[in-house]
């Protein structure tokens, strides 16, 4: 027995020594090479899933941390430490629902959450350890808006919009304005962006397991067949009425709060919409002329087209169109029958 458990823990050494070593040579490409992060911040989470997966959450967690142990010997401690953090956790919880083989679906939304959290946990490590101001960035935003203006007026762009009316003054107020909005909504655009990497990295060690033999749940469903938890709802109603709140008594920390919370369920809401938007094509066998009809709109009209599939997808959890869509097909084939 404890030969047994002796080997078995000589294996988990070295097998854990080699998967955080390549799970801190990924993150240090993306330290390092700031480009690569978009696909790096993907792939380093691989071996440390696996390694979760294999033996369980406690070994995971320890070779996360010899991984950005190293990552902060290497490079910038800090780096390491955000790195950790933002994603970190979403190596655990995937690597916990595949060894427990939970539904891919579940496992998702799990995946999700947690780096939404991530995200959260992340700025405000941002804040504390680096300082971090975003008056210093709205100042930045500031000068890039006037570096704009500026090439506006070097290209002659300037001069064609004073033609039509609009003056340089109001350039520069449309660019202001759009570089505070940016930095307003700056921590919901992280967390959107740690949510993709989510779904993204879910689908990519389900890939990398699959090439290696290792047994994985069942794939997800067709995107046309993903449905929110109605849950969902309250987080974008609680977003509505912060924001509404907060305008009205001139709260600005939670009317902010509250335009960030409608932009990150407001993003989940529109990939709802966009999945029943699929799977009307699919129902209806829409021709190709309809089809390229359709992406021409959502390519040409993009903002309209967002708020139109955002409030598809929200009202989506109320009249389950996709559910009514399935009702009417099969009544057309009783009758056809």
């Known amino acids: 027995m404890f030969e047994v458990e002796k080997r078995n823990r000589s294996h988990y050494i070295a097998e854990g020594a080699i998967m955080s070593s390549v799970a801190a040579l990924l993150g240090l490409l993306g330290i390092y090479f700031p480009p690569l992060s978009i696909v790096t911040n993907l792939v380093w989470l691989v071996p440390l899933i696996i390694i979760t997966m294999r033996w369980d959450i406690k070994r995971g967690l320890m070779s996360l941390l010899i991984s950005g142990l190293l990552m902060g010997v290497l490079s910038s401690p800090v780096d390491a430490l955000l790195l950790l953090v933002e994603y970190g956790g979403l190596a655990l919880v995937y690597g916990y629902s595949f060894q427990k083989m939970h539904k891919l679906e579940k496992t998702l939304l799990r995946g999700i ?29 500031q000068n890039a808006s006037m570096s704009t203006v500026s090439f506006y007026e070097e290209t002659g762009m300037m001069a064609r919009f004073e033609e039509q009316g609009i003056s340089r003054e109001q350039v520069m107020d449309i660019a202001e304005r759009v570089g505070a909005t940016m930095v307003l909504i700056l921590p919901s655009i992280m967390v959107v962006l740690a949510m993709i990497t989510a779904i993204v990295s879910l689908m990519v060690t ?13 794939k997800l469903p067709p995107f046309r067949e993903w449905k929110l938890d109605f849950r969902f709802v309250y987080g ?6 912060a924001f509404l709140a907060g305008d009205y008594w001139q709260l600005s920390m939670l009317s902010t709060l509250g335009i960030n919370l409608l932009v990150a369920f407001g993003f989940i809401f529109s990939l709802q919409g966009l999945a029943v938007l699929i799977s009307l094509f699919t129902g209806f066998k829409a021709k190709p002329f309809v089809r390229i009809f359709m992406v021409a709109l959502l390519v040409l ?23 009514r869509l399935r009702k009417k097909g099969d009544k057309d084939e009783g009758h056809s029958e």
């Open 301 to 323: 009209y993009a903002q309209v087209m967002i708020y139109l599939l955002l409030f598809v997808g929200l009202f989506d959890e109320f009249f389950d169109y996709r559910k």
């Open 113 to 141: 959450l947690t780096a939404a959290l991530g995200s959260i946990l992340m700025i405000a490590l941002s804040i504390g350890i680096l300082g971090f101001n975003p008056s210093d960035l709205l100042a930045e935003m």
């Open 236 to 241: 974008f109603i609680a977003g509505l009425l």
């Open 206 to 218: 389900r890939g990398v397991l699959s090439r290696l033999k290792i047994p994985v749940p069942q």
